[in-house]
């Protein structure tokens, strides 16, 4: 079984030009700013080599407490082999099977409780070779 590093997902409620941070507009308009830190890439991305076992991959979200993870979405994940399983509105864990090639990416939805709840997309990739 492969042993993906954990992932750890920042957000902040402005725009960030600080090395490593991705602005993106929220459903309200505004401008949020998220860093990705870990997984194989070290910034949040996933890459395993087909065949070689399940990868469990932990994401927790390590920004202030009214940030909570709504759902993952997964794009391009033809094979149907990536899932989500969450442990709460803080943390849990994507789940490749691992058993075909492909080039997907994972979206981890962030709603602000303290804006209305508001949602951010924060995506970056998951490749299997």
């Known amino acids: 079984m492969p042993a993906t590093p954990n992932i750890t997902l920042d957000l902040r409620?402005?725009?960030?030009?600080?090395p490593g941070w991705v602005t993106v507009m929220s459903?309200?308009?505004?401008?949020?700013?998220?860093?990705?830190?870990?997984?194989?890439?070290?910034?949040?991305?996933?890459?395993?080599?087909?065949?070689?076992?399940?990868?469990?991959?932990?994401i927790?979200?390590?920004?202030?407490?009214?940030?909570e993870i709504n759902t993952?979405?997964?794009v391009r994940d033809t094979?149907?082999?990536?899932?989500?399983?969450?442990?709460?509105?803080?943390?849990?864990s994507i789940v490749d099977a691992n058993?075909?090639?492909?080039s997907?990416?994972?979206t981890v939805v962030i709603v602000d409780t303290g804006n209305n709840g508001c949602t951010v997309y924060?995506?970056?990739n998951i490749i299997n070779r």
């Not at 409620?13 to 600080?18: E, K, M, P, T, W």
């Not at 927790?60 to 940030?67: A, I, K, P, T």
């Not at 094979?79 to 849990?92: E, P, T």
């Not at 058993?99 to 492909?102: D, P």
């Open 13 to 18: 409620n402005f725009a960030s030009n600080d």
């Open 27 to 58: 459903s309200s308009n505004q401008q949020y700013s998220y860093k990705y830190a870990g997984g194989d890439d070290n910034v949040g991305g996933l890459e395993q080599t087909v065949g070689q076992g399940r990868d469990t991959a932990p």
């Open 60 to 67: 927790r979200l390590v920004s202030d407490q009214r940030y």
């Open 72 to 74: 993952v979405n997964f």
């Open 79 to 92: 094979n149907q082999q990536l899932s989500w399983q969450g442990d709460g509105k803080r943390a849990g």
């Open 99 to 102: 058993v075909a090639v492909e």
């Open 104 to 106: 997907a990416k994972y």
């Open 122 to 124: 924060c995506d970056p």
